[in-house]
């Protein structure tokens, strides 16, 4: 489904991805994990080419476009079978919760309106919005606003939603209605690779989990070796600041 070969990306002197190897299976929630700078969210704008990886090769189903070197339309084909949930959730202020929804479709997709209407008016009411269609971003909450953009995305057909930390910028209170539809997403069989520091999402839901740290994967596993009974002492660190009473052996 998706393979990463090599991947480097350095912002001016700063190298952020030190030769990223990973592999995503068809219908696997891959969940990473680490401290802040580890390269996590540029890992994930790597793979939909928000940021162009310096060296490396990415493919996608089968579709490869090289690092530095991928043309607009090698770029532009690659994110037709990708789709990304924002942290801070990018929604169209002056759109609607439906307008938001409908517009990759008509823009990006030159789908008729009134059957992106239809499409988008369902995942709504999947996302438990069906009531706020026609209110604006500034009318939700920010866990709305987040559901509105998993609708937006799965409005795309993705062949793989990528979820940049998409909690964080959440009142606690609102985290699980969104990672309640995260769940159901997954448990649909939607390939999601999530970059959170929501360890109980990633240990009910995860296939596996990736700790990164200073650019590289320390280690990757079930979410039973890595948050459970981590190997290495960089994760066990980790871990141990992340978690009140931790529940792996050290």
Do not use: W
């Amino acid at each position: 489904m998706i393979e990463l070969t090599n991947i480097t990306k350095s912002f001016k002197k700063n190298e952020v991805l030190k030769g990223i190897d990973l592999q995503v299976k068809k219908g696997e929630v891959l969940v990473i994990v680490g401290p802040s700078g580890s390269g996590k969210t540029t890992l994930l704008r790597c793979i939909n080419y928000l940021e162009r990886p310096d060296e490396g090769t990415i493919s996608v189903e089968g579709f490869s476009i090289e690092g530095k070197n991928a043309s607009r339309k090698d770029i532009l084909a690659l994110r037709r079978k990708t789709a990304m949930v924002f942290q801070h959730y990018n929604l169209f202020k002056n759109k609607t919760v439906l307008e938001n929804v409908m517009e990759g479709l008509i823009v990006a997709q030159k789908m008729k309106a009134a059957e992106a209407r239809a499409l988008s008016v369902d995942l709504l009411q999947k996302v438990g919005l069906s009531e706020k269609i026609n209110d604006y971003p500034a009318q939700l909450s920010g866990g709305q606003q987040q559901r509105v953009g998993i609708a937006r995305a799965l409005a795309l057909n993705p062949s793989v939603i990528l979820f940049d930390e998409p909690t964080s910028a959440l009142d606690p209170e609102m985290v699980g209605e969104v990672l309640a539809i995260m769940k159901k997403i997954a448990r649909e069989g939607m390939t999601m690779v999530v970059v959170t520091h929501e360890i109980d999402f990633a240990r009910e839901v995860a296939d596996r989990v990736v700790f990164m740290a200073d650019g590289v994967i320390v280690e990757q596993g079930t979410p039973d070796e890595v948050l459970a009974h981590p190997k290495h002492e960089r994760t066990k660190q980790f871990l141990k600041r992340l978690v009140r009473e931790p529940e792996y052996e050290i």
